[in-house]
């Protein structure tokens, strides 16, 4: 027997054996097309398991899994608390946290133009820890990487940036098949492109992950169970990927139809939460079933580097996060106030999601105030198409597009082998789409006839 405890949000998939034929599962696999990720404990394979987070699990001596029962819930049980008083207990945890988890280390820190990041270089700069930051750019897009030198700049880190080059991931797409196995897509994890330059960098990695999620809201009004049940598909389902599943669960003669099962399970794991709150209801969601099954995915990659840590992960934080009025945890406001009040210096930076404004006039990024900059990114934008340079905001834009990037990507989904699997007509259907109609609308689906391929490629056929 072997008993494992898996985390609140765990930072790697282990995977379990269940009683079931060796079959593969297609109707996670249309979930997986919809959406971008498996969901609850499916994969690929109708006898394997993901094993759920903050559970308690025993496996027989075979590594079937004979029972799991939950050490936590996520539940929304708000404390009578001020502003302040939740600011207070915030910072404390945060910071006792990230001092666990960095001690007497030299520390990698990945900056962007956001909060998440931010808000980790004030409290390392805070602890007086010795950390080497860095940043990247796409090629030819918003060169964010000037913001992050900014704030390394602010907290006095060393500081590199880089840029994400077109087509680097033809060269690396197998060595990044065999971190994630196949359970996300590829140009997501888009450090794959600067990951060997931290090589002998720091002693350990701090990610940013999941505090977007943590300390923001939905902003939805209060829905029935129903109602909720109708919303979430919406937001979770990528561009493209709704038409994409039900071509598979057609081709594939799946009973039934594809939206009244994902709309099926999406209830089944929606009654699971007793949380009233419905923006509360749905962090939950998104931490129990988004975090650990596409979040966390890729993570490994950076494990080449040297260990990782996750403060927003820390089940510390979790449960913390359960005790807020939800008010608290709308607009980001605890890691807003927290840079203001230890590093003001850093709040003035420019954040990102709202430039050219910064965390004291953030709010009046809005018509009228806003329109001199948009109306000025617009022109940057056109002048730098009619040079050949279109502004780049998407890494597939960088792996996908152009004659060198096309031939690669066909070459990969264009085969026999990978056509047993998904019909040629319909990979020749979303290549025709993707290239010659609405780039947008099908890069979801080529992302996801890539991974399948590579999954088809190493795990099936190979």
């Known amino acids: 027997m072997t008993d494992i405890t898996t985390p609140i949000i765990p930072t790697h998939q282990t995977f379990a054996k269940v009683k079931a034929p060796h079959e593969l599962n297609l109707e996670a696999i249309c979930i997986f097309a919809a959406i971008g990720f498996f969901l609850d404990r499916d994969t690929y394979w109708k006898d394997q398991a993901v094993l759920s987070p903050a559970s308690q699990h025993t496996l027989d001596g075979d590594g079937y899994l004979i029972d799991s029962k939950p050490w936590f819930k996520w539940h929304s049980n708000p404390k009578p608390v001020s502003f302040s008083e939740a600011l207070d207990e915030f910072i404390s945890l945060f910071e006792t946290i990230v001092k666990e988890q960095t001690k007497d280390q030299r520390v990698i820190l990945p900056l962007s133009g956001g909060l998440d990041s931010r808000t980790q270089a004030a409290a390392l700069k805070q602890l007086k820890a010795d950390v080497f930051s860095y940043s990247y750019?796409?090629?030819?897009?918003y060169p964010e990487?000037?913001?992050?030198?900014?704030?390394?700049?602010?907290?006095?880190?060393?500081?590199?940036?880089?840029?994400?080059?077109?087509?680097?991931?033809?060269?690396?797409?197998?060595?990044?098949a065999n971190i994630n196995n196949c359970y996300s897509d590829f140009t997501s994890p888009r450090q794959?492109?600067?990951?060997?330059?931290?090589?002998?960098?720091g002693d350990v990695i701090s990610l940013g992950h999941w505090g977007d999620v943590l300390f923001d809201s939905m902003n939805l009004p209060q829905l029935s169970f129903e109602e909720t049940v109708e919303?979430?598909?919406k937001k979770l389902i990528k561009r493209g990927g709704l038409e994409f599943a039900q071509a598979l669960w057609q081709y594939w003669g799946l009973q039934g139809n594809f939206m009244d099962y994902l709309r099926s399970r999406i209830s089944g794991l929606l009654s699971k939460i007793d949380i009233e709150d419905t923006n509360a209801k749905l962090r939950a969601f998104k931490?129990?079933?988004?975090?650990?099954?596409?979040?966390?995915?890729?993570?490994?990659?950076?494990e080449r580097i040297a260990p990782i840590s996750l403060p927003y992960y820390d089940n510390r934080l979790c449960e913390f996060i359960c005790t807020l009025p939800e008010y608290y945890l709308t607009g980001r406001q605890l890691q807003i106030a927290y840079i203001k009040r230890y590093a003001p210096a850093l709040a003035k930076i420019t954040l990102q999601d709202h430039r050219p404004f910064h965390l004291y006039n953030y709010h009046f990024d809005k018509v009228p105030y806003n329109l001199p900059y948009r109306f000025l990114k617009k022109m940057q934008r056109v002048i730098s198409s009619i040079k050949g340079l279109p502004y780049v905001q998407r890494n597939w834009e960088l792996q996908?597009?152009?004659r060198s990037n096309q031939e690669e990507l066909l070459k990969r989904i264009n085969?026999?082998?990978?056509n047993d699997f998904i019909p040629k007509e319909l990979v020749t259907t979303y290549n025709n789409e993707f290239f010659n109609k609405d780039t947008l609308q099908y890069a979801h689906p080529m992302n996801m006839l890539l991974v399948l391929s590579q999954f088809y490629k190493t795990q099936v056929h190979g």
């Open 137 to 141: 750019a796409f090629e030819n897009g």
């Open 145 to 176: 990487n000037k913001i992050a030198q900014r704030i390394a700049e602010v907290c006095c880190f060393e500081f590199e940036d880089y840029v994400i080059p077109k087509g680097y991931l033809w060269s690396v797409i197998d060595d990044l």
């Open 192 to 201: 794959m492109a600067v990951i060997n330059n931290l090589q002998g960098k």
């Open 231 to 233: 919303v979430l598909p």
């Open 287 to 302: 931490s129990l079933y988004w975090a650990p099954r596409w979040t966390s995915v890729s993570l490994s990659m950076f």
């Open 400 to 402: 996908f597009l152009g």
């Open 415 to 418: 085969n026999r082998d990978f």
